[in-house]
């Protein structure tokens, strides 16, 4: 005879849980979601009541957690939110083991290193080593840079889904910080396909005169990377070729970082 008692549906599960962790459930439910979202699609996503849901996303957004969308029936993350996630990022428990990976890299190429990730239509800087060269660009963590005209902003754009990606764009500032910034979004599409099949980004002098980039994802267990290391240095230093020829140098401290993301603990049960 089977001792152990019969397993509960997710939906069952949560809803016996406390508010407090019915609140954080359904946050990491919509966590994971890339686009808006209603009301009725998170009852049939969670199977809790509709009431139920509706007040738990009424809290939210109260509190700045969430925001309704201009329709009026869909939620999207809210500014609060976002501000959370960043701070989380730039936190990380792992700081000290990034940061190694970053200083091991920045001695083996001899220029900056940094380890960026995207949040709502910027990337910010979670940790960076300095070269000790006597030129360089000062960028700390938690320093933003726009997506369409940075390495790891091109990158993280190249893995979204075309209608993500034309969906984001059409509501991001393409401002032309240079002459060589790309803010035609045909043209920025095109670029964007050559990086997703290179699994590269270089950003020659398009966020600011004289810097040249070279990125590549951190490696994703599962979906896509919100992680990027970038090796960046004045164009005088680092030229076209010599970026691609770090490449190898660059996958091996992604790797590396891959490997420190995986240590972290395994989520909490939730419905999905």
């Not at 996503?45 to 809290?59: A, F, I, Y």
Request: aromatic residues 4%; contains cysteine; glycine residues 6%.
């Amino acid at each position: 005879m089977n001792s152990h008692p019969a397993e509960k549906p997710e939906h069952e599960k949560i809803d016996g849980d406390t508010p407090t962790m019915r609140l954080f459930a359904l946050l990491e439910v919509i966590a994971e979601k890339d686009q808006p979202f209603s009301l009725q699609g998170m009852v049939e996503e969670t199977g809790l009541p509709k009431p139920t849901v509706h007040r738990m996303l009424q809290q939210l957004e109260g509190v700045g957690v969430l925001q309704r969308e201009s329709d009026g029936r869909h939620y999207s993350t809210g500014v609060r939110l976002r501000k959370l996630a960043s701070n989380l990022l730039i936190n990380n428990t792992y700081h000290g083991a990034r940061h190694t990976v970053l200083r091991q890299l920045m001695e083996e190429v001899g220029e900056s290193c940094n380890l960026t990730a995207f949040t709502g239509s910027e990337v910010v800087y979670l940790d960076r080593m300095e070269t000790v060269a006597p030129l360089r660009f000062y960028l700390q963590p938690g320093s933003r840079v726009p997506a369409h005209c940075s390495s790891t902003g091109k990158l993280f754009l190249a893995q979204m889904t075309p209608m993500q990606r034309r969906r984001l764009l059409a509501h991001m500032p393409m401002t032309k910080y240079t002459s060589n910034t790309q803010t035609d979004p045909v043209k920025l599409e095109q670029e964007l396909e050559v990086v997703r099949r290179n699994g590269y980004a270089i950003d020659n002098e398009e966020f600011l005169p004289g810097l040249l980039c070279v990125a590549v994802l951190v490696p994703a267990a599962e979906g896509r990377s919100n992680l990027a290391v970038a090796i960046q240095a004045p164009i005088m230093r680092l030229t076209h070729e010599k970026a691609l020829h770090f490449l190898p140098a660059l996958q091996r401290a992604a790797k590396a970082l891959a490997a420190i993301e995986s240590e972290t603990a395994p989520p909490l049960n939730v419905a999905t």
